[in-house]
């Protein structure tokens, strides 16, 4: 896979035309983050981890004073209703800073165990309210580690047009289908968007869906059980694709993208992934289990070859190679 020629992709697929955006399907991002320690009684503790697979402790750890504290900060920034919450908070209406102890930094002076978690966002609407805090995270020199991860959720019914999202529990089933099927197919060109930690099955918080659906992917005998059942045979919810929130959040989670503070990518990967989820709603077909290149990817998108791939690659290239936040790279090997 020509890694340098699918980031070059990326890069004119952030300046794409926004009016082609759907401003009908709801999205949602979580941004892991760590930021700088902060005078306040309280504001962090040590926390040890070694329950964490492959991760080493003990690290400083955000406390609820500190996450009060960036909320606070990022509500004066954008003007924006902003609160503090534990990791299981779920008020979609407003921004929230949760804890997770996942997030970690070995750098002097600063915390982890932050993330960012949108309200439900709608349309280029929605992606103005992203921009805006995501410079208000770089303004409080906020910062991604290896360990951070963006996740992007989609709402599953906002894909179909009227209310007409399937109800039966078969049905469900079938367009599920479609869009393991169709992340499958393609993972090995998403895995050029994304840094070199992010591809293949080398995390363990995004593991390869290609290699979990090739495994599990005869699904006819779960029709009769419906979707809970369904879901909990696909393993773990730690895959680039994640369709176990669709019981709880009614979302599809595209889990891959590295942590970063980069808005091009982020919107663009937002994009990419909307035309990914209603593609394969739309068009559910056999899976063939080939190689895909970017052409093919594109191709599948409706996306025209030649509006990506001209003579900028070297320019993408080094724009994605990029300092992002406080010194460390944005897409990288």
């Known amino acids: 896979m020509d890694f340098l020629k ?7 697929i952030s300046r794409y035309n926004p009016a082609s955006f759907d401003e009908n399907i709801s999205f949602g991002v979580e941004i892991e983050f760590t930021a700088p320690q902060v005078d306040l009684v309280g504001y962090c503790r040590d926390h040890e981890v070694k329950k964490l697979k492959g991760h080493r402790g003990p690290y400083k750890i955000c406390s609820t004073a500190g996450r009060t ?12 209703e902003v609160i503090q919450n534990q990791y299981s908070g779920t008020n979609y209406t407003v921004w929230q800073v949760k804890y997770d102890c996942s997030v970690r930094t070995k750098r002097e002076g600063y915390v982890g165990g932050y993330e960012l978690v ?10 103005k309210k992203l921009q805006k805090i995501v410079k208000a995270l770089e303004i409080l020199n906020c910062e991604t580690t290896d360990s951070c991860g963006t996740h992007v959720h989609y709402g599953f ?5 009227n209310g007409s999202a399937p109800q039966a529990e078969n049905e469900r089933l079938y367009y599920l289908d479609g869009i393991q099927k ?7 060109v998403l895995d050029g968007f994304c840094a070199a930690r992010r591809r293949e099955n080398k995390s363990y918080y995004c593991q390869s869906t290609k290699q979990q659906y090739e495994s599990r992917k005869d699904y006819a005998h779960l029709q009769v059980d419906g979707i809970p059942n369904a879901l909990s045979v696909l393993g773990t919810r ?14 599809i989670e595209i889990r891959q993208l590295e942590g970063t503070l ?3 990518k982020i919107s663009a990967w937002i994009y990419l992934n909307q035309k990914l989820v209603h593609r394969s709603l739309s068009n559910v077909h056999d899976y063939t289990g080939g190689e895909k290149t970017l052409a093919d990817l594109l191709e599948f998108l409706k996306l025209e070859d030649s509006d990506y791939l001209d003579k900028d690659v070297a320019a993408a290239t080094k724009r994605f190679a990029k300092v992002d936040g ?7 090997a």
């Open 6 to 12: 699918v980031q070059a992709a990326v890069g004119k």
């Open 69 to 80: 504290h960036y909320a606070s900060k990022l509500a004066d920034l954008t003007g924006f």
């Open 118 to 127: 949108s309200p439900i966002l709608y349309g280029i609407d929605g992606l």
């Open 157 to 161: 019914e906002t894909f179909f047009e």
């Open 182 to 188: 169709a992340y499958s197919e393609y993972e090995t």
């Open 238 to 251: 730690y895959l680039k694709l994640n369709v176990q929130c669709l019981k709880d959040k009614k979302t």
């Open 262 to 264: 980069d808005f091009d």
């Open 326 to 332: 406080r010194g460390r790279k944005s897409a990288a």
